[in-house]
């Protein structure tokens, strides 16, 4: 089975419709009234925390993420259709971030929930809209708001209660067989497990997810074995398991073993260094594991660590840890949850302008101001042009740019837009 647990994808909120310019017609009448009408809503941006995902697999192949347009207003008052909403799945435990900002913009630990993450853009007003009084025959028409494209990245960050790990062939997956339903691939053979395994255990109707992962080796913050890569991945558990071979069976020393995992996981992070951790001593039907067990608890007991001789080949002595996880859990605080940075609710005009000259002598102006402007304008439209030139000149950018030496002919930019100047 493949798997990715990080990823990148860009993803994008429907734009609004734009409102349309039109006038009511009958038979006999020439010019009715004003008659567009307003463009729809774009569709939002959702996350989805999906059960049956264990993978970001499929986000490597499908990078692009929109959801619909807002359908743009038409004649005789007609509104236009929203855009829907686009759904996109996550496996539990994903994270979004910005890229562009590193803001944490959603969390999906949480089984079902949903989370908007992009709002879809508002319809512009249809013509209809802007009849007042004195005008009653207005000829423009609003712009839909405009989405851009957002790069996120994904990063999946299983949430579980209790993290296994250990060195390679110690009996991690065959404890998470024998604690839960889950079928992990056991063999005598070293990085048997690729990616990380999730179960469900219970005891007296209390029940927790355990996650068992690659094993790992000495080194591997710097990429030896599989790396460390797949710590993240335990990183939001509350209780660590640590599983030793106390029968030494492939010559190794379970108390030095027990000292290199703990080194790894502090070159990791601090909070893997710090999360509470139980010793399993696995393999007890072997010989030389009641030797082992006595040095190992001499070494642990005295710094307060607390130990459970098991054998997952005999299914031996794994109750009284079970009942110390469930005692633990009890009273450990929950799983990390990140905080979630505030909704982009789409573009925010900020108040203002600014004026300079590029390298080709031309005036740019720029702005929330501006932006709005040009958002709103319907350059088709002639009455939508002179509604934008009134702008510019009650903004004060007409006066503004005089202040600065703008003479006729000169060139203006405005976004895209590149225009003379007339004075
Ligand atoms: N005798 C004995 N053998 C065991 C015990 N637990 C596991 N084994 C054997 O040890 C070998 C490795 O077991 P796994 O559960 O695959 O070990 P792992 O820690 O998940 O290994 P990786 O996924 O490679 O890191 C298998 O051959 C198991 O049958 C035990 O309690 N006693
Ligand atoms: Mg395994």
Redesign the pocket.
Known sequence: MQFLDKTKIVIKAGNGGDGCSAFHREKYINKGGPSGGDGGKGGNLVFVADPQLSTLLEFKYQRHYRAPNGENGKAELQTGRDGEDLFVHVPIGTIVRDVETGAILADMSEAGRKKVVLYGGRGGKGNARFATATRQSPEFAQNGQRNEDREVELELKTIADVGII?L???????ILSVLTSAKPK???Y????LTPNLGVASRHGRTFVLA?I??LIEGAAEGAGLGHDFLRHIERTRILVH?LDISGSEGRDPLDDFYKINNELSKFSDTLASLPQIVLA??M??PQSEDNLERLRAALEPQGCTIFPV???TTQGFSAMLDCVVQMLDILPPVTIYEEAELDLGPQYERGFTIHRDDSGAYVVEGGDIDKLLDTTDPDSDVSMRRFQQHLIKGGVISALREMGCKEGDSIKLGDWEFDFVD
């Not at 390679?168 to 065959?174: E, I, L, N, W, Y």
């Not at 070293?190 to 497990?193: A, K, N, S, V």
Request: no cysteine.
């Open positions: 250990g390679p062939s110690v009996g991690k997956s065959t056991i063999a005598a070293h990085f048997t497990t068992d690659p094993g599983v696995n393999k039907d072997l054998s997952a080949a």
